[in-house]
């Protein structure tokens, strides 16, 4: 009596258990071949700095509002957009805790992210956006810092490749983006609106979003075109 009943449970965990795992990336859809395809594209999203390191200076002090906290702002607003648009996104830190530079690393490595990008704020003494890239991320982070500089009328550091973090993620385009340095004036202004955390994230958004999901398109392409140089069977078999 007592297996009759067991049998039945374990077969409902099993059952969540695989649900689970599909909603949250650990189980991928198989195509054609031993390659997986990705049904949606994997985002990793980065608060930068995090528990008692508040990160860069601000132009008021104590009394306004600090970097760490900006950057959680963003990138939770940036989480919610890029999840309406159907990507499947995480966060490393989605609170004011702290978190090692190579744990964020090591969450996108995990999610087998196609994007891990790293929120921030004044990485530099000049203004508006500066983003800096691994080898994989050039294209998209021009992309961010021209649209962006436009959207939000702002000026646009040029794009520097990096191999330090966050460029340590390897084999995905990884990206740090300063919106702006919290001791000039209009940067502060524009960083500080809500209205404006919100503006900058659905911007972010839309152009990541857009990005990655082409990309992931044409990797499923890529994986169903017989190669040009591939040897026919009949010549292997002679071989």
């Given at each position: 009596?007592?297996?009759?009943?067991?049998?039945?449970?374990?077969?409902?965990?099993?059952?969540?258990?695989?649900?689970?795992?599909?909603?949250?990336?650990?189980?991928?859809?198989?195509?054609?071949?031993?390659?997986?395809?990705?049904?949606?594209?994997v985002v990793v999203v980065d608060a930068g700095h995090g528990g008692k390191d508040l990160g860069a200076d601000s132009l008021m002090g104590i009394q306004g509002a600090n970097e760490e906290?900006?950057?959680l702002a963003v990138a939770e607003a940036l989480y919610d957009r890029l999840d309406n648009l159907g990507a499947n996104v995480f966060l490393t830190r989605s609170d004011h805790s702290a978190m090692a530079g190579?744990?964020?690393?090591?969450?996108?490595?995990?999610?087998e992210a196609d994007?891990?990008?790293?929120?921030?704020?004044?990485?530099?003494?000049?203004?508006g956006i500066s983003i800096s890239c691994n080898q994989f991320g050039e294209e998209?982070?021009?992309?961010?810092?021209?649209?962006l500089s436009k959207q939000l009328q702002c000026s646009a550091q040029p794009v520097v490749q990096t191999s330090s973090y966050p460029g340590d993620v390897s084999l995905a385009p990884s990206l740090n983006i300063d919106l702006g340095n919290l001791m000039n004036p209009s940067d502060y202004a524009r960083a500080s609106s809500s209205v404006n955390i919100y503006r900058t994230a659905y911007q972010l958004a839309e152009i990541i979003f857009d990005y990655v999901d082409q990309s992931n398109v044409q990797y499923q392409v890529a994986l169903r075109t017989p190669s040009q140089t591939a040897v026919p069977d009949d010549q292997i078999a002679q071989s």
């Amino acid at each position: 009596m007592k297996q009759k009943v067991i049998e039945p449970v374990l077969g409902i965990c099993l059952l969540a258990m695989v649900v689970m795992a599909v909603k949250y990336g650990s189980i991928r859809v198989t195509g054609s071949g031993d390659a997986y395809i990705k049904e949606t594209p994997v985002v990793v999203v980065d608060a930068g700095h995090g528990g008692k390191d508040l990160g860069a200076d601000s132009l008021m002090g104590i009394q306004g509002a600090n970097e760490e906290a900006l950057n959680l702002a963003v990138a939770e607003a940036l989480y919610d957009r890029l999840d309406n648009l159907g990507a499947n996104v995480f966060l490393t830190r989605s609170d004011h805790s702290a978190m090692a530079g190579l744990d964020r690393v090591m969450v996108a490595q995990y999610r087998e992210a196609d994007l891990f990008l790293s929120i921030h704020h004044c990485g530099n003494q000049k203004s508006g956006i500066s983003i800096s890239c691994n080898q994989f991320g050039e294209e998209l982070a021009q992309q961010l810092s021209d649209q962006l500089s436009k959207q939000l009328q702002c000026s646009a550091q040029p794009v520097v490749q990096t191999s330090s973090y966050p460029g340590d993620v390897s084999l995905a385009p990884s990206l740090n983006i300063d919106l702006g340095n919290l001791m000039n004036p209009s940067d502060y202004a524009r960083a500080s609106s809500s209205v404006n955390i919100y503006r900058t994230a659905y911007q972010l958004a839309e152009i990541i979003f857009d990005y990655v999901d082409q990309s992931n398109v044409q990797y499923q392409v890529a994986l169903r075109t017989p190669s040009q140089t591939a040897v026919p069977d009949d010549q292997i078999a002679q071989s």
